[in-house]
């Protein structure tokens, strides 16, 4: 259901817009679609969620893309692991007044110090942590933990095959019993610092020490403060996973305990939370949290990277990362223990698991599901705090009272490919109406028509969508959806049918992050909303048995897609493979367009000039730029333009199942930005060679729909660079040349295909390699929205093989005038 990457500013406040949606797994192990289809979505999202490629190095990349700006570094270990495992102020106490001595530290030494391997250091930590479990256990403290060294184990999850180095799992997982990220209680990432560099890091620490006793002396000021930074500074400054903040001169803001354990010893600087980017290790561990947010709807993740003996606790959630300050277990080896104890005490809702996800109706969450196949879904009741802020409450008043769970009846069908963004998880199954005594008194009245329109057939199958969008975007997409199907009932069969839509909201979410001093303000970090959308269940495109049903179901959404964009005034700016959808519940094939998180009212595109939103393969050129133009009617035509073509390409219709293997010769439109514009921008100049790649159900309509939109596109490609160069002579008034023949296109197209591509020649006909970005705001006297008249309704269906009008029924004539006068 969910297949987005949205985008509405330069700045990354706005991360909910760019990165959405890599299929990454193997196509036999899960299936990401809206249907019974065996086998995985294609690789439809560019962006920096974008983890499809095993190559480790572009992982690392994307993944850092994903959490740029996002990362909250040097938070205190001990309201870390207060906050994230609910550990109380009592249990630190305990610990810090404890003398801890590690078992099995001396072992771990050696093997550094020699400069074995990293993976002999493995046992030796976690004979290391045993050792402090045990203790813990003596000492009357209840521990649920097992520790697992994968050693070079590959994990497959449902982004990738990687490799952690150990696992922590809940003490009723057994050395028999599967690894897999589903049961895993967090994460354990080492490395090693070749032998060399740490001999010169501590050369270096004793020259800085030296110093800073030094300057203390002669500037009279708190050596202990200053010591304690530059000693630290070298052996930081080597890890660049535990970079330390730049300026180490810093005022200290409060006081905080002696590092040392020691609780009446001299306070030492303190150090603020700070951002920070995502660098060393880091990039592989958010990889690891990825797969355990993945593996069962879970709200945040946690785990830690070790760095020799330096330790950096982890936090990862959909708004972004983290980071405690680093410590050296070696120095400091209560800490260990009271992240030790903390692991050992939290509970599934702690370790980050979904607590409204069971394995029964009345069953409590007390063990993780291996699968969330056969899972309840548990609907919250509506408690909305004052002011409507915080609380849960059924969005749009849809379906409150009316359904108590939501029994899952298979694997995922989707599964969000990053750290951060929304998030989602599109789980298949059937609600469960609540019974008499559950339904609050007066629901019924209250819902009132939505009870009678959500009576669900027996048969009927569902899905509900779990995710994350920004708490700034007012408009919801069961809000969304609810808006149109009232305003436009003509084209309710075309829409998604919604049968309850619910939204947790600040507090109740339950995120740990709300506990840090609210970080999110703190650090202008973009904060989300929690939501369960709950639909009727629809097939793809590619599930369509004949070319004839595909082009009825096209055709549906066009036409659907034009009418809650004239009629409506909301435009979906995210048209995909994936977001267009059949069902044949009306005795007919029927064209859905679905997925209407990024829908916006036409009023407030206009208010923003700086939309990127869409799916990288299927995103307009303009929108490809560095800098994009205001998202608009023709961007979607265009994408829809984009969707047939991919479609032709790789829908082998009737003659077997899709498999979803990505042609040649249409790769770069699922690269970067830049490669898939430069991609795109030869297709339309030179469109031959991906056309002669159509399947063979297609040929039919090659010359009667495939290439008649592709001469118009490349008008109107023509004309955008005419437009352009227009405006940037300074002329005050632009008239458009009347479309290019279609023996001038030709012509065109094989003048370009004899030019050799390392060329640069003294002449060159009007066609576009690169489109310049579109002015913004454009001139009144620039048709840019419509480049010329080209990319209109009306001229796109007419190059489907001739006019369709829109589908208003009679009685609806009359009241779709009056909304065409209402104003904007």
Request: charged share 25%; hydrophobic share 35%; proline share 7%.
């Amino acid at each position: 259901m969910d297949a987005t990457m949205d985008g509405n500013s330069s700045s990354h406040s706005s991360n909910e817009d760019f990165y959405y949606n890599y299929y990454c797994c193997d196509p036999a192990d899960l299936h990401y679609s809206y249907s019974d289809d065996s086998s995985m979505s294609t690789p439809s999202k560019q962006g920096a969620a974008g983890v499809r490629d095993r190559n480790r190095p572009n992982m690392d990349s994307a993944l850092k893309e994903d959490l740029s700006k996002l990362v909250v570094r040097d938070v205190d270990v001990e309201e870390y692991v207060q906050y994230v495992y609910g550990l109380s102020k009592k249990d630190i106490l305990y610990v810090r007044s404890k003398k801890w001595e590690l078992k099995g530290l001396s072992t771990y030494t050696e093997k550094l110090d020699k400069g074995e391997k990293e993976e002999t250091l493995y046992e030796p930590f976690k004979n290391i942590m045993e050792n402090i479990f045990e203790t813990l256990i003596e000492d009357g403290r209840k521990i649920d933990i097992h520790h697992a060294s994968l050693g070079t184990k590959e994990l497959k999850g449902t982004a990738n095959v990687r490799k952690p180095d150990q696992l922590f799992f809940f003490g009723s997982h057994t050395d028999e019993m599967p690894v897999t990220w589903s049961l895993s209680k967090a994460f354990v990432e080492f490395a090693v610092t070749p032998k060399s560099h740490r001999l010169r890091d501590t050369i270096l620490g004793q020259k800085f020490s030296k110093i800073s006793e030094e300057v203390a002396v002669a500037v009279g000021s708190v050596p202990d403060t200053l010591t304690a930074d530059l000693a630290a500074a070298p052996t930081i400054f080597s890890t660049p996973d535990l970079a330390a903040s730049p300026t180490i001169f810093s005022t200290p803001t409060r006081t905080k305990r002696h590092s040392t354990g020691d609780p009446d010893g001299p306070p030492p600087p303190a150090k603020r939370p700070k951002l920070g980017p995502l660098t060393g290790k880091a990039p592989q561990a958010a990889g690891y949290a990825l797969e355990l947010m993945a593996s069962t709807c879970r709200r945040w993740a946690t785990g830690l990277v070790i760095i020799d003996k330096r330790v950096c606790l982890h936090y990862y959630d959909r708004v972004g990362a983290i980071f405690t300050t680093p410590f050296s277990f070696d120095k400091e080896p209560w800490k260990l223990a009271l992240f030790a104890l903390a692991i050992g005490q939290c509970d599934l809702v702690q370790a980050g698991f979904e607590p409204l996800i069971a394995s029964g109706f009345d069953a409590p969450l007390s063990q993780p599901l291996s699968s969330l196949t056969h899972a309840i879904l548990k609907l919250p009741k509506a408690d909305v705090k004052e002011g409507g802020q915080d609380g849960i409450e059924y969005t749009g008043g849809i379906g409150p009272g009316i359904w108590s769970h939501f029994k899952v009846t298979g694997n995922p069908l989707y599964v969000y490919g990053g750290v951060t963004g929304r998030g989602s998880h599109v789980l298949p199954g059937r609600l469960i109406e609540a019974s008499e005594e559950e339904i609050p008194p007066g629901a019924a009245e209250v819902a009132g028509e939505t009870l009678k329109s959500t009576a669900i057939p027996a048969n009927s199958q569902m899905v509900v969508k779990l995710s994350w969008p920004i708490t700034k975007r007012p408009h919801l997409e069961a809000t969304t959806i609810n808006e149109l199907v009232e305003k436009l009932p003509w084209v309710t069969r075309y829409l998604p049918r919604v049968h309850c839509a619910i939204t947790l909201k600040g507090e109740s979410i339950g995120l740990p992050r709300h506990l840090f001093c609210d970080m999110n303000v703190a650090f202008s970090l973009e904060q989300r909303y929690f939501t369960l959308l709950f639909t009727d269940r629809y097939r793809h495109l590619w599930e369509v048995k004949t070319l004839a049903q595909f082009q009825v179901a096209y055709l549906d959404i066009v036409e659907c897609h034009y009418t809650t964009t004239k009629y409506g005034k909301i435009l979906h700016r995210d048209i995909s493979e994936n977001n267009l959808l059949w069902s044949d519940a009306a005795g007919r094939v029927t064209g859905v367009l679905n997925d209407w998180d990024l829908a916006t009212p036409l009023d407030a595109m206009c208010k923003s000039t700086n939309h990127r939103t869409g799916t990288g393969p299927f995103m307009a050129l303009d929108l490809l730029d560095p800098v994009p133009p205001v998202h608009l009617y023709r961007h979607d035509l265009e994408s829809l333009f984009y969707v047939l073509i991919w479609a032709a390409v790789h829908y082998d219709i009737g003659r077997g199942p899709h498999t979803h293997e990505v042609n040649k010769k249409l790769e770069k439109w699922a690269g970067t930005y830049e490669t898939a514009h430069d991609a795109k921008a030869s297709f339309i100049t030179k469109p031959a060679s991906v056309l002669d790649c159509v399947k063979a159900a297609w040929r039919p309509v090659r010359q009667t729909w495939l290439q008649p939109l592709c001469d118009l596109f490349l008008q109107a490609r023509l004309n955008a660079n005419r437009l352009h160069s227009e405006q940037s002579n300074g002329r005050d008034a632009v008239e458009v040349e009347e479309p290019t023949t279609e023996m001038d296109l030709l012509a065109m197209r094989l003048w370009d295909e004899d030019q050799d591509d390392n060329e640069s020649p003294a002449s060159s006909p009007p066609v576009p390699q690169a489109i310049a970005p579109a002015p913004a705001p454009p001139s009144d006297d620039i048709d840019f929205e419509t480049l010329g008249e080209c990319l209109t309704f009306e001229k796109f269906m007419a190059a489907l093989g001739g006019s369709r009008p829109v589908g208003i029924p009679k009685k609806y004539s009359a009241y779709a005038e009056s909304l065409l006068a209402m104003p904007k």
